[in-house]
């Protein structure tokens, strides 16, 4: 009935763009929403559940591309498929250079497991999408018992509302900046586990005891937990430590604030702390939930929450940083990052209420959430009476985790520990690094061996000099290979400037010749571009996923060899103008008989 044709490739919204920097293996930035059934998952119906889910929310279906100053997400025909858990919960989705699908839904036993990259959606988002996996599962399961079809999210919502980027439809440039004093804050040290692998602590509680526990207090479910959280930490503080405050980041759904039906990142964050060790006060749980308490009645306002929303959006619009190319701004973005980490002690994300329509009921046992993180996070859901928490952090220690659930429980809310519900054998998957490590190693025992031979055997010849150049020249080609082996293109193209630029340093390290630029070049840049039309021929790529790597490769094979002759670098004429010229001809041809996906392409990749 209404549009929903979506746009071919978006900008990354305001949020999205600083996960895309600061991803790694170690902060895979991915979170898990899963639902428990009370009865096992069958894989073919939940196939089909999220065949329909997908129809509905296709905003989903992009893969994260790189431009010269920003990534952006491209319109993608990826289908997700089904599999049982095979793997860490919240490992890496988005691997540089690999195309491939932002999301992944899995399942195990009874748990129906949605896991995705923070720079597709926020908890909303994920929120939205399990909740209608989960309706079609369920629907299509017992569609016998005559369980209905019901709608849960208005059907007038289109494709285009869903990409709406709301952190750019409600800036305001002319708010006041706010005042805010940088305060480092206490951090958690312990010791990390092997490998660093993510530690889960699941729990469930009573909704109605812990909001008979907040009314006592005269607080809000949030704060009670925001607060018992900071004394958790607390527990587990020196006297020294004492004089930094302890402070955590709460994510804001900003849509509570702001209407929007943005499927898209849209929250902000606010940051309670308590300074322990104050001379004159009594460092008790009541003393922290009334500082807790005033400081969500100060910062949740409409007003305070524009403010720093205006100012996240304000930096990613300076100039300087808009124009920086990419591979300088990243380092950048991680590094204020690192330094916001500073301010923060752990992250509270308390994701609110899932609901589904009192039909399905019978067949759902709860919802949960959990993240990956660097450091301690705690996530939290409900769903009916039952409020699911899920610690997860990368240290050996669990003392923060018991002491919170000690705090509950002697407030008068009974915790129940769960197991977390995954396959125990799932392991990270290490094996690319240990092969990479070992031929490493490899490589530098060959070129200690070298020396040591030469030293003994032959010491007035100096021959090991070129045995480790030899192992050098091995090694920078392999990483290259390894490092961009996900995208056989860009690999191509990396080789190109490789191989190019050891061939001179190669030459002017034995006596310049001349024969790295009079051959080696024009043959290299020519055998890339045949590799590079087999390759984009044998994995049937579209003209928009080879272009900029076909226009970078016949642009580089034409500008060199010329400037080269110009500047009478290159003194055998005949290969360089043959190269250039072939060259020339390719670009040409790229831009005359594919102009449409020409100039699509590089306004994606240099769009500021």
């Excluded at 629907?139 to 019901?150: F, R, T």
């Excluded at 322990?276 to 009594?282: L, P, T």
């Excluded at 996923?545 to 500008?559: L, R």
Aim: aromatic residues 12%.
């Amino acid at each position: 009935m209404f549009q929903q044709k979506r746009a071919y490739w978006r900008n990354l919204d305001n949020a999205a763009k600083m996960f895309s920097a600061t991803s790694s293996a170690k902060d895979t930035r991915v979170f898990r929403f899963y639902c428990e059934l009370k009865e096992a998952i069958q894989p073919e119906v939940l196939q089909k559940a999220l065949n329909q889910t997908i129809e509905k929310y296709p905003v989903f279906l992009s893969v994260m591309r790189k431009g010269l100053f920003w990534h952006y997400l491209e319109k993608s025909e990826l289908r997700p498929v089904v599999r049982e858990e095979y793997k860490e919960p919240c490992s890496c989705l988005y691997v540089r250079d690999k195309k491939a699908l932002l999301f992944e839904v899995t399942y195990y036993r009874n748990r129906i497991n949605f896991e995705v990259f923070h720079a597709l959606t926020d908890g909303t988002g994920a929120t939205e999408f399990i909740r209608e996996l989960v309706k079609n599962y369920l629907c299509l399961s017992h569609k016998e018992d005559g369980l209905e079809n019901v709608e849960l999210t208005n059907a007038r919502v289109t494709v285009r509302d869903q990409e709406d980027d709301s952190f750019s439809k409600y800036y305001n440039p002319d708010l006041p900046k706010r005042k805010k004093k940088k305060v480092h804050a206490y951090q958690i040290h312990k010791f990390r586990k092997e490998y660093e692998e993510l530690k889960v602590m699941e729990s469930t509680a009573s909704v109605q005891e812990l909001l008979g526990v907040s009314r006592k207090y005269g607080v809000s479910m949030s704060v009670l937990l925001t607060a018992a959280l900071i004394y958790a930490i607390h527990e587990e503080m020196t006297r020294m430590q004492e004089k930094k405050p302890v402070i955590l980041m709460v994510p804001v759904n900003l849509r509570k604030l702001f209407p929007s039906d943005s499927m898209l990142n849209f929250f902000g964050y606010i940051e309670p702390g308590y300074q322990f060790g104050r001379s004159g006060r009594e460092d008790i749980f009541k003393e922290v939930l009334k500082e807790v308490k005033g400081y969500f009645e100060e910062n949740l306002s409409k007003e305070k929450v524009a403010q720093r929303m205006n100012e996240l959006i304000a930096f990613e619009k300076n100039k300087i940083l808009r124009w920086a190319p990419l591979e300088l701004k990243n380092p950048c973005i991680k590094a204020g990052a690192k330094m916001a980490e500073r301010e923060v002690t752990a992250v509270f994300s308390n994701m609110s209420t899932v609901r589904m329509p009192e039909e399905y009921a019978p067949y759902i046992e709860r919802f949960g959430v959990y993240t990956s993180t660097p450091r301690t996070e705690l996530c939290a859901c409900s769903y009916g009476d039952t409020m699911s928490f899920a610690f997860t952090s990368r240290y050996d220690s669990s003392n923060i985790q018991r002491n919170f659930y000690q705090i509950l429980e002697g407030l008068g809310v009974k915790v129940e520990l769960k197991k977390p519900d995954f396959p125990e054998q799932v392991k990270p998957n290490y094996e690319g690094k240990k092969f990479f490590r070992g031929f490493s190693f490899g490589c530098i025992a060959a070129a200690v061996l070298s020396v040591m031979c030469n030293a003994v055997l032959t010491p007035n010849l100096h021959w090991a000099v070129w045995a480790v150049a030899g192992a050098l020249s091995m090694w920078l080609a392999l990483a290259v290979g390894y490092f961009k082996r996900h995208n056989l293109m860009k690999n191509a193209m990396w080789q190109l400037l490789v191989v190019t630029i050891g061939a001179v340093v190669w030459d002017l390290c034995v006596g310049w010749r001349g024969w790295s630029v009079n051959f080696v070049l024009p043959a290299v840049c020519i055998l890339i571009q045949i590799s590079m039309m087999v390759i984009s021929k044998i994995q049937s790529h579209s003209p928009r996923e080879y272009m900029i790597y076909f226009v970078m490769a016949a642009g580089y094979s034409v500008v060199l060899p010329l400037l080269l002759l110009a500047c009478h670098v290159i003194t055998v004429s005949a290969p360089a103008v043959l190269c250039a010229g072939l060259s020339f001809l390719f670009l040409l041809a790229l831009i005359l008989f594919k102009g449409k996906e020409f100039k699509e392409e590089m306004y994606k990749k240099f769009h500021v």
